[in-house]
């Protein structure tokens, strides 16, 4: 017979996951100060272990949800000279189109760089283009 409290252990665990990766991807980065035109963040950090993970992330991001649940407000002033990964560049929502967005999306060494591509407003939201 096996101990109840080891599966709902294990089912604890698993609903935690799961709350976060919705979380994740329901939630919009909005900034608390202007940024710069060509302001480089990064490197992102992903917490999917197989790359099949993080493609069906970013399928979920880039669906539209212009009605989000969650706002996440960032100072990205003081994260800018940070050598370490930020942790609120995933949650950072896909754009419409490409006309809309303000970050543009880039691999250097093998890790994942946000850099904006004009100047942004405080207040504004932060959105990426992902192509089709």
């Given at each position: 017979m096996e101990d109840p409290g080891v599966q709902r252990g294990i089912w604890d665990g698993d609903a935690k996951?799961?709350?976060q990766c919705l979380t994740d991807i329901f939630t919009s980065v909005y900034t608390t100060c202007d940024i710069p035109e060509n302001a480089i963040f990064g490197p992102c950090v992903l917490s999917h272990t197989s790359l099949y993970d993080s493609i069906a992330f970013?399928?979920?991001?880039?669906?539209?949800?212009r009605t989000v649940p969650y706002i996440f407000r960032?100072?990205?002033s003081a994260a800018n000279g940070s050598s370490e990964g930020l942790m609120w560049l995933r949650l950072v929502q896909s754009a419409?189109?490409?006309e809309e967005q303000n970050l543009e999306a880039y691999i250097?060494?093998?890790q994942l760089f946000y850099r904006s591509l004009r100047r942004i407003a405080k207040?504004?939201?932060l959105l990426v283009w992902n192509g089709k």
């Open positions: 996951t799961v709350q970013i399928a979920l991001k880039s669906t539209d949800k960032v100072d990205t419409r189109e490409r250097k060494s093998g207040d504004e939201e």
